[in-house]
């Protein structure tokens, strides 16, 4: 996810238009996530979309364009990908201790809208002018 949403750039890309994970180009840049928790809708392209859970089933799963590219034909090989790695069958096991299987397309979209939720900023420049300090941008 950092190759696309940098910290540095409220978790954005910082491009107009980027490439996705198999180098198609893309439309739009990736948004910013910080206070995406706030956000009454998470894209500019469909305002439907009020929950983080359905917003991050476009870019993991879109084929056109592709984004990430976990089509039908790639889950498994993904999958495997999280079901393989120590650190994330250790991970899948703490953040889901009441499941008795490995990752899923499902518990990795909890995982990352739950992170996503976290992504609070309370002190930025921005918010600081916001609260009143003209000085602040």
């Given at each position: ?12 890309d ?110 930025s ?11 602040a941008?």
């Amino acid at each position: 996810c950092a190759s696309c949403h940098k910290q540095s750039l409220a978790f954005s890309d910082g491009k107009v238009t980027p490439k996705g994970s198999t180098g198609e180009q893309l439309v739009r840049n990736s948004q910013g996530l910080a206070n995406s928790a706030y956000h009454p809708t998470l894209t500019w392209a469909n305002k439907v979309f009020l929950e983080i859970e359905d917003q991050l089933q476009v870019p993991i799963r879109a084929d056109d364009p592709v984004e990430l590219g976990v089509t039908p034909i790639y889950v498994d090989e993904v999958l495997a990908r999280f079901n393989n790695d120590n650190v994330y069958i250790g991970l899948f096991a703490n953040a889901f201790p009441e499941s008795s299987t490995g990752a899923t397309l499902n518990k990795i979209i909890q995982a990352l809208a739950t992170f996503c939720r976290t992504l609070i900023s309370g002190d930025s420049p921005y918010d600081r002018y916001y609260q009143g300090d003209k000085t602040a941008l």
